[in-house]
């Protein structure tokens, strides 16, 4: 007998699994455990399980819980576990929350979780502690009540922070473990995420003016209601911020990322139809849990211009290498930007050539973003779709603080890039702390996105999905950009790829969903098109055999 048999098994009665089709199971994805609602009670009641062991494999760390399905339609949500350091649940786990989750009977539910405890050496009776949050779908509050159970009966500590941004919750856990110490990432409250980005706002712009009004869309989602709160404390009297925000209905779920938000905007490369889109008008797009950003406007000549995160990605990476230069720091620093296969062809040359700083590509997922991201000291990353953030090493953080300028300029620099160390999440991507980046960025510029544009042009590209019988059969290799298997496939598209100008193309099996995707970049939009369709029949031949 374990420590906890008895509440487990009572507990897990109130909180079914329901089971799957046989030979099929739920598994920790990406995104955590990501499905129908109505398919997530008995799993969040699990992941509480798996919380509390981790926090006590952790020396009782605080562990923190999302609930939230991001961009998809309101009849979903997920489950996700959030690491210490405010960064993604450990790989490993994965696998020991996949087990947990898929154990048949409530019986072998507590005969999954006291092995693990003794093969992972955790001291069932030590302290447990996890905090978590949920967005605004209303199956979020079946879904908290099974978790807190679940942590009730393995006798965790808990804070409810009720309904947050991802990013939000991130930043908690962060600030809840670094609290006292010399590292202290911030007040452990709401207010304090909104006090500490406000207050680096502030100071990043430096009497800087902000140009015009900016419309932010926030896909009816979380997003909504936490901007308007943090807008609250900016000062009126130091900063200009005329912020317009608009889809923020968070008490009408059908309208959850309906034809707005930033994955609508990026996936159908056009400005959300309500409300109208206003000509010139700076605009951008959060997700649904707010840890996207798109930046767009509707030319009156030219129609839709998109700024993603690769757009993103560039514009930080030039601030701050020359912010670096100007600190006198360039030979002390190392500045990187990651990508993945998807990040648009243009961007890359413009970050290598142009702004001559090394560019990693990395498979598709922010955890391996990030992961590359903190072998620089500055590292930049961004997924194409605005998924992104800039990571500081605490030798960055240290040498902007404590460097001695030579002269105002150089204080000037170094000022700036401590305000950004405070300014910009250094968890994980937050769509509110990146929009506050562009903001500084393009004040400090006095750019309009017009001249943001301008810096490289796109390369026309196209990304299909493609249904397959079984998308496992697609294995890749360097960093998903070739194919290994089926065997002849990635023969077809190199002979592909190769009747066109300037392209690039690639094929690989979605971590989210069950099909392959396929990318294909190229000269012009028609070409592009064409590539795109040409490696979409080839990927569905061998996806058939
Ligand atoms: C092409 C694309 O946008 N892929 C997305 C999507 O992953 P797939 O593995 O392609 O399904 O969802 C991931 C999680 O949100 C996100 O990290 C990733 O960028
Ligand atoms: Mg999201």
Redesign the pocket.
């Known amino acids: 007998m374990g420590n906890h048999d008895k509440e487990i098994l009572e507990a897990s009665a109130k909180h079914p699994i329901v089971p799957l089709e046989k030979g099929k199971f739920y598994t920790y994805?990406?995104?955590g455990f990501r499905l129908k609602a109505d398919l997530l009670e008995g799993i969040s009641y699990r992941v509480g399980l798996l919380a509390s062991l981790r926090s006590r494999k952790l020396n009782g760390q605080a562990i923190g819980v999302m609930i939230t399905a991001?961009?998809n339609p309101a009849a979903d949500n997920g489950v996700k576990i959030v690491d210490p350091l405010g960064d993604m649940l450990e790989q490993d786990w994965e696998r020991y929350a996949t087990a947990l989750v898929n154990a048949p009977s409530d019986e072998q539910l507590v005969q999954v979780y006291n092995r693990l405890a003794t093969d992972l050496k955790i001291d069932l009776k030590s302290p447990a502690k996890v905090i978590y949050g949920r967005d605004t779908r209303p199956s979020g509050h079946k879904l908290v009540t099974a978790l807190a159970d679940g942590l009730e009966a393995t006798k965790a500590e808990s804070v409810d922070y009720k309904i947050l941004t991802t990013p939000q919750l991130h930043y908690l856990v962060r600030a809840t473990n670094s609290e006292g110490t010399p590292l202290s990432y911030g007040k452990v409250s709401e207010v304090g995420y909104y006090e500490k980005l406000a207050e680096a706002f502030v100071r990043a712009l430096k009497g800087r003016k902000i140009n015009g009004t900016l419309q932010v869309d926030c896909a009816n989602g979380v997003g909504g209601p936490k901007l308007t709160e943090l807008l609250k404390y900016i000062p009126k009297d130091k900063v200009n911020f005329d912020v317009k925000v608009v889809n923020d209905d968070v008490l009408r779920p059908e309208v959850l990322n309906f034809e707005c938000g930033a994955d609508f905007v990026?996936?159908k490369q056009r400005a959300p139809p309500t409300p109208k889109p206003q000509p010139g008008l700076r605009s951008c797009s959060l997700d649904g849990d707010a840890d996207r950003l798109i930046y767009y406007w509707v030319d009156p000549e030219s129609g839709f211009v998109m700024l993603d995160g690769d757009r993103i990605s560039s514009l930080a990476a030039s601030f701050i290498g020359d912010l670096v230069e100007s600190a006198g720091l360039k030979d002390d620093l190392r500045i990187g930007v990651v990508q993945?296969a998807?990040a648009n062809g243009a961007s890359t040359n413009y970050i290598t050539q142009h702004l001559r700083l090394p560019v990693i590509c990395t498979p598709?997922?922010?955890k391996h973003l990030h992961h590359v991201a903190q072998g620089f000291d500055i590292g930049v990353y961004f997924?194409?779709?605005g998924?992104g953030t800039v990571l500081f090493s605490p030798d960055a953080l240290n040498a902007f603080k404590k460097k001695e300028p030579q002269s105002p300029a150089q204080k000037d620099a170094l000022d700036t890039l401590a305000a950004l160390g405070d300014l910009i999440n250094q968890t994980v991507g937050d769509a509110i702390s990146d929009m506050l980046l562009v903001e500084v960025i393009l004040a400090h510029k006095n750019w309009s996105l017009r001249d943001w544009a301008m810096t490289y042009i796109d390369l026309p590209n196209r990304?299909v999905r493609v249904e397959v019988g079984n998308k496992d059969l697609f294995q890749t290799t360097d960093a998903e950009r070739r194919l290994l298997h089926p065997e002849g496939a990635q023969d077809e598209i190199d002979q592909a790829v190769k009747k066109y100008k300037d392209a690039r193309a690639f094929a690989?099996?979605?971590?989210?969903?069950n099909?392959c995707?396929v990318?294909a970049e190229a000269a012009t939009r028609s070409e592009a098109n064409e590539l795109a369709e040409r490696v979409a029949r080839i990927i569905e031949r061998y996806g058939a055999l």
């Open positions: 994805g990406t995104a991001s961009h990026k996936t993945t998807y598709t997922g922010v997924e194409a779709n998924h990304l690989r099996a979605s971590g989210t969903e099909a995707r990318y």
